[in-house]
């Protein structure tokens, strides 16, 4: 007995055509003890495997042109990306870790679809800046 369903924007209602469902559903969640969890949360889209591959694939290129090695494109890439949007890595404390080129992004394993984007999108810069022009 749960039901799941995606909702934009803070005006919470009942998607049009569950009404139904969602009233059932209520009322048998309510013949317990009287009480219902409501759990709210971002929607969350985990990046695709193909996606951090072609991430991984631009870093490896620009590091075979640039002469640096793949890991510090990613990390510079990561760098750049935070002042896109691209989250923080944090410490215990919940203070954003400082690398080698600036705050360090998280891993790109935890990254959704739109935070890999931007990962994408910051590995193209840093080609750009220096000179260098990646294909697709």
Do not use: W
Not at 16 to 32: H, W
């Amino acid at each position: 007995m749960k039901m799941t369903f995606v909702v934009h924007g803070g005006d919470f209602r009942v998607p049009a055509g569950y009404e139904a469902e969602f009233e059932a559903v209520l009322a048998k969640a309510l013949k317990g003890d009287g009480t219902i969890k409501v759990t709210i949360e971002p929607n969350y889209q985990k990046r695709t495997l193909k996606e951090n591959a072609y991430f991984h694939v631009l870093c490896k290129r620009l590091s075979e042109m640039a002469g640096g090695t793949q890991e510090d494109i990613k990390e510079m890439a990561k760098a750049k990306a935070v002042h896109l949007g691209y989250p923080m890595e944090k410490d215990k404390s919940g203070n954003p870790i400082n690398g080698d080129y600036g705050f360090k992004g998280i891993p790109s394993s935890e990254a959704n679809i739109g935070e890999c984007a931007l990962l994408i999108e910051a590995v193209h810069m840093l080609a750009s800046e220096n000179g260098y022009y990646l294909e697709d």
